[in-house]
């Protein structure tokens, strides 16, 4: 399965005042396989930033003027979506966007639907977390993901972190779904029975390269934090021994 997780910044918050995308960034996961795939554009808007959209991301007219028009890359960003389960966090708005761009081109393009599907994470992690705060910064800090080189929003960054958040919000249980009603150290041999049997075959899959080994060990200390059990760091130690 293929999908493109997707970011945008824009010029201000609404297409009814006119407002533009000025930077696009996609990372392509194949089967919850992270590749290399990136595509990632600063566009011209041909219109001014608005300031409070500056403070958040940083991308000044100065720098935008002599970035191509959204007209001129748009097949190349089609050919890339085309097909893919687009992933982004609060969708409406970066489609909102897309579609307003592709809007104002000819009328052989369609709406981004036609290209694609969509996966609002947003939705998916207030469904999974009701009532607590799901923007991404605090979906970072729930699944232990170090977002510390996000001082400003890009839509690149953006892009990167969602992927590592989407992955670990999908690969599997966080935190064991046991009966509270169970009594510490009733019923203990099958709880210990019900651990071994979790199905960990939904678990994301990295490249073994030193920087998602260190993204890997941290999403197992997550399931040893939040379980008090770590199957896979214990089947390591036994081999290691």
């Known amino acids: 399965m293929r999908q493109v997780i997707l970011?945008?910044?824009?010029?201000?918050?609404?297409?009814?005042?006119?407002?533009?995308?000025?930077?696009?960034?996609c990372i392509e996961v194949i089967n919850r396989r992270v590749t290399n795939n990136h595509w990632h554009q600063y566009i011209n808007p041909e219109r001014a930033v608005d300031a409070g959209a500056f403070n958040v991301h940083g991308i000044s007219d100065e720098f935008l003027q002599d970035k191509p028009l959204f007209s001129v890359l748009v097949e190349d960003l089609i050919s890339y979506l085309e097909g893919a389960e687009l992933v982004i966090h609060n969708a409406p708005f970066d489609v909102?966007?897309?579609?307003?761009?592709?809007?104002?081109?000819?009328?052989?393009?369609?709406?981004?639907?036609?290209?694609?599907?969509?996966?609002?994470?947003?939705?998916l992690a207030r469904q999974k977390h009701p009532g607590q705060k799901n923007n991404l910064d605090a979906l970072c800090k729930r699944?232990?993901?170090d977002n510390s080189?996000?001082?400003?929003h890009g839509a690149l960054l953006d892009a990167e972190i969602l992927a590592e958040v989407y992955l670990a919000?999908?690969?599997?249980?966080?935190?064991l779904s046991l009966d509270?009603?169970?009594?510490?150290?009733?019923n203990r041999e099958f709880?210990?029975?019900?651990?071994?049997?979790?199905?960990?075959?939904?678990?994301?899959?990295?490249?073994?390269?030193?920087i998602s080994e260190s993204?890997?060990?941290?999403y197992l200390n997550l399931l040893k934090k939040n379980s008090g059990c770590n199957l896979w760091q214990a089947k390591t130690s036994s081999k290691e021994v």
């Open 169 to 175: 919000m999908t690969g599997g249980q966080t935190m």
């Open 7 to 25: 970011d945008t910044e824009t010029t201000g918050l609404e297409t009814s005042q006119g407002h533009r995308i000025i930077e696009i960034g």
């Open 96 to 123: 909102g966007f897309l579609n307003y761009e592709l809007a104002k081109l000819d009328s052989s393009y369609h709406s981004l639907g036609h290209y694609c599907t969509v996966l609002d994470t947003l939705t």
């Open 143 to 145: 699944y232990d993901i």
């Open 180 to 186: 509270h009603n169970i009594e510490s150290g009733q």
């Open 191 to 210: 709880v210990e029975d019900e651990k071994i049997k979790l199905d960990t075959s939904g678990l994301g899959v990295w490249e073994v390269d030193p």
């Open 215 to 218: 993204q890997h060990q941290q």
């Open 149 to 152: 080189s996000r001082t400003l």
